[in-house]
């Protein structure tokens, strides 16, 4: 079955980087565009951005533009998530999910998502 | 600040019926996009329930329903279960703001 496969939680200080890894498994990679999205600890949802792992082509939310990157590395079937200049707000579960679309044209529903990766960024 | 506003939370006793709100503007729902909906329980990623507005997953139950009128959408429960206790959250997409959005969440109770 489909699946996302995130790497472990993370602790980093203020200003620091963190690199989120997703590794999808049983399905055409490059088909299916994948999408981050994080969870403040008590809070509801927020989009982060996406990435064509075809493509390479990615498109963030304007609140992280400048502050995130999104890669891929097809060999091994895996996105990154790149933060930088990380606050304490930035505290969160970091998900990955898939677009269900193959070679999606729009913005649709994520499913499966990863297991989640918590990011905690403290002094 | 969410953009789709959902209530924080809603209550039931079991067996009887539930519907969570997501009201959105005429950027986003009313300019026809569709409306997701998404059960997070505590600890876990959260797990598609309805998509397009209406449709449901292979595996998830027909107590779950979804529709969608002019610029808002909701998500209805029948025969309320005490598994159902969970968040609920649904997704769109905001021309305006070019991207996906989701609703603040609502946590729902099984009296």
């Known amino acids: 079955h489909v699946q996302l496969v995130q790497s472990g939680a993370d602790v980093k200080k203020p200003g620091a980087s963190v690199k989120v890894s997703c590794k999808a498994s049983?399905?055409?990679?490059?088909?299916?565009?994948i999408y981050w999205v994080r969870q403040a600890p008590g809070q509801g949802l927020e989009w982060v951005g996406r990435?064509?792992?075809?493509?390479?082509?990615?498109d963030y939310a304007e609140k992280f533009q400048g502050r995130v990157t999104m890669t891929r590395d097809t060999s091994i079937s895996t996105v990154y998530m790149e933060l930088r200049r990380l606050r304490s707000d930035d505290t969160a579960v970091y998900y990955c999910?898939?677009?269900?679309?193959?070679?999606?044209?729009?913005?649709?529903?994520?499913?499966?998502w990863g297991q989640g990766t918590l990011v905690t960024v403290s002094s | 600040q969410a953009v789709l506003t959902q209530p924080p939370s809603v209550s039931g006793a079991p067996g009887h019926r539930v519907t969570i709100s997501c009201t959105g503007s005429r950027s986003n729902i009313g300019a026809g996009y569709d409306v997701h909906w998404y059960q997070q329980f505590p600890g876990t990623a959260p797990k598609l329930l309805i998509y397009?507005?209406?449709n449901r997953p292979s595996g998830v139950p027909g107590r779950f329903s979804g529709s969608k009128s002019g610029t808002s959408a909701s998500l209805a429960i029948t025969g309320l279960r005490p598994e159902d206790e969970a968040h609920y959250y649904c997704q769109s997409y905001d021309r305006r703001l070019s991207g996906v959005i989701f609703g603040g969440g609502t946590k729902l109770t099984v009296l």
């Open positions: 999910a898939r677009d269900p679309d193959y070679k999606a044209t729009a913005y649709n529903w994520f499913d499966p």
């Open positions: 990435i064509n792992p075809d493509s390479g082509y990615t």
């Open positions: 049983e399905y055409t990679f490059t088909g299916y565009y």
């Open positions: 397009g507005n209406n």
